[in-house]
Structure formats: structure tokens, C-alpha cells
């Protein structure tokens, strides 16, 4: 691996564009080649707006050192396959939903993989990414992956079945959270605010509670400090917990996995 590796993106949408947008303010890696499947429109118009170089994967592949796969599932098995006889010293991450370093390393035997699964706030760079590296990552690999994470939140290294099990936690559970934000809205709105007024409330309390969680407070002290025994929230979490909402969250989490893996076959 280069001092400053040379990054390939196949596939230019929404997850590719998170990473790159990171990565330009990272002098860590060298150049940056972005490629799609058809939309030249986009690569001319992510060209014009970041530090990035356009081509075809195929011709420019072997200027490169790191090959990050940012398309979708389906999209892998020929990829793969058509990636497996052309790469030669490349370190392959993908960040596609299910793809774990053992498919990775079924058609790439020998070589470097991993896989990242970041979430939407990638967008905003506080995406809660998962990883998972395969047999055959280095020292010099971590490296490279641990600024491409970087360039996009925190991270955290769990094993490829955990990161199966977890990603209902940090992919999926942000729909809850906006879920939760909608109905808290709408209750604030029948008191009678408008809709903006009701949004500014309820985004601003979950960013100061997120943010006192984020200072490493207990989730359950900071609870017990909102709620006096006996008084008006304890008789509200009471609501919550007659119907089962600790539960409820877990069986969320369940149906996220069962679904997964329903998908996955
Ligand atoms: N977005 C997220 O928040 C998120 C979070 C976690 C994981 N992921 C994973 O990341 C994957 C990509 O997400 P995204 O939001 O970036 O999707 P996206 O915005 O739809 O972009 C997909 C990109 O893949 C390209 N592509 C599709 N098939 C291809 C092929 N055969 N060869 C080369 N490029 C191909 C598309 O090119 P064209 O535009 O030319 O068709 C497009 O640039 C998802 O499927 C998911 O598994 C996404």
C-alpha cells in the first residue's frame, strides 16, 4: 500500500458521495476516481463540485490501490466477478448492505476486503459505521480504512455475523427515531403550534438528550434525573411501559434481522 493510496469508487450515488466529500478533506490519500454504470450526467456534475477524477472502473483500476464498491447488493455478483480477473495487490471494501468479507473473499481469494455499513447521517458525517475486515488485512490496510471511516462518523470493528445482527441497531433504528420525532411532532401540534414550531421543540429536545448521552452519561440516570417518582413523566414512562415499549423496541430489532436474512437467501 502507497503512503498516500490512490481510491477507486464503483458506484457514484448517495453512500460514494458521502465518503468522497469526507475524503476530500482528508490529506492522507492520494487521488480519487469515481465510476457509475450509466449516469455520466452525475459524474460530470460530482466532478465539477469535489476533488475527484471520472472514468470507466475497468481501464482506470490498476492506477489505484483501494477499490470501494458503493453499489447496490445486486449489483456485486458481476462486479465481483468481473473485478476477480482484473485486481491484483487492491484492497476491496464494500459498504452494500449483506455483503460481508467472506462473499468478498469467495470471489476474491487472497486479497484484502472489508466491509463498512455507515447509515444515513453519513451524509452529515456522523454516520455509526460497522466493520468487518477480512483474513488477509494488514497494518497498512486498517490504516487506509480507518480514515475512509473516519471521513464519515464513528466507527466501530465487529465481527461480519455481529454486524449482520447489529445493523437493525445503527442502520435501521434512525427510522425509528425520525418515527418517534413524528409522532412526538404531532402530538405537539395538537396543542395547536404550527408544524414548524412543533418540529423546532422536538428536534431540539432529542439533539440536547443525544448530546448529554453522547457526553457519556447513562441513558437510565439521565432518565431517573427527568422523573420523580410518583410525578406527571413517571405517570408518561409508565404509559410507555404498560405497553411494553422496552419489548416493543426489541422485537423491532428482531423483525429488522428476521427480514435480513429472509432478503439474504
Ligand atoms: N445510502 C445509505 O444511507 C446507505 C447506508 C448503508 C449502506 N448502504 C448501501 O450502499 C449501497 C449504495 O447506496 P447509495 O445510497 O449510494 O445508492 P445510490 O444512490 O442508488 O447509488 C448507487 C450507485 O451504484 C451505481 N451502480 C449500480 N449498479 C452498478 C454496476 N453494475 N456497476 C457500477 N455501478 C453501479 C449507480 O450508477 P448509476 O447511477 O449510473 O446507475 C449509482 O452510482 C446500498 O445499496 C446499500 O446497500 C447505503
Redesign the pocket.
Same mark, same amino acid.
Given at each position: 500500500m502507497l503512503e498516500k493510496p490512490n481510491i477507486l469508487f464503483? /458506484? &457514484? /450515488?448517495?453512500? @460514494?458521495?458521502?465518503i468522497f466529500s469526507g475524503l476530500n478533506q482528508s490529506d492522507a490519500i492520494g487521488k480519487i476516481t469515481i465510476? =457509475?454504470?450509466? $449516469?455520466?450526467t452525475?459524474?460530470a456534475h460530482l466532478k465539477a463540485t469535489y476533488k475527484v477524477e471520472t472514468g470507466e472502473?475497468q481501464e482506470v483500476l490498476s492506477n489505484h490501490d483501494v477499490v470501494i464498491l458503493?453499489? !447496490? !447488493? &445486486?449489483?456485486h455478483p458481476?462486479?465481483l466477478q468481473e473485478l476477480s480477473s482484473k485486481v491484483t495487490k487492491h484492497f476491496v471494501i *464494500?459498504? #452494500? @448492505? /449483506?455483503?460481508g468479507p467472506s462473499i468478498l473473499e469467495a470471489s476474491l481469494p487472497g486479497l484484502p476486503t472489508a466491509w463498512?455499513? !455507515? =447509515?444515513? #447521517?453519513? $451524509?452529515i458525517g456522523e454516520?455509526m459505521s460497522l466493520f468487518a475486515c477480512g483474513e488477509y488485512v494488514k497494518q497498512e490496510h486498517r490504516k487506509v480504512l480507518q480514515t475512509i471511516l473516519d471521513a464519515i462518523g464513528e466507527s466501530e470493528e465487529l465481527s461480519e455475523q455481529q454486524i449482520h445482527d447489529l *445493523?437493525a441497531v445503527t /442502520?435501521s433504528a434512525p427510522a425509528f427515531v425520525y418515527h418517534f420525532a413524528e409522532a412526538l411532532e404531532k402530538s405537539a401540534q395538537s396543542y395547536g403550534l404550527s408544524s414548524e414550531v412543533a418540529r423546532k421543540l422536538v428536534v431540539q429536545m432529542i439533539f440536547g438528550s443525544a448530546s448529554m448521552l453522547k457526553d457519556g452519561r447513562e441513558a437510565g440516570d439521565l432518565r431517573d434525573q427527568v422523573t420523580t417518582p410518583g410525578g406527571a413523566t413517571a405517570a408518561g414512562l409508565e404509559v410507555l411501559e404498560k405497553a411494553n415499549f422496552t419489548k416493543l423496541l426489541h422485537e423491532a430489532v428482531l423483525a429488522v434481522n428476521d427480514k435480513a436474512a429472509e432478503q439474504a437467501k
Open positions: 464503483i /458506484g &457514484a /450515488g448517495r453512500m @460514494a458521495e458521502a465510476s =457509475n454504470q450509466s $449516469d455520466q452525475k459524474l472502473w458503493a453499489m !447496490p !447488493p &445486486a449489483a458481476d462486479v *464494500t459498504v #452494500a @448492505a /449483506g455483503i463498512i455499513m !455507515p =447509515n444515513t #447521517a453519513a $451524509d454516520s *445493523t /442502520g
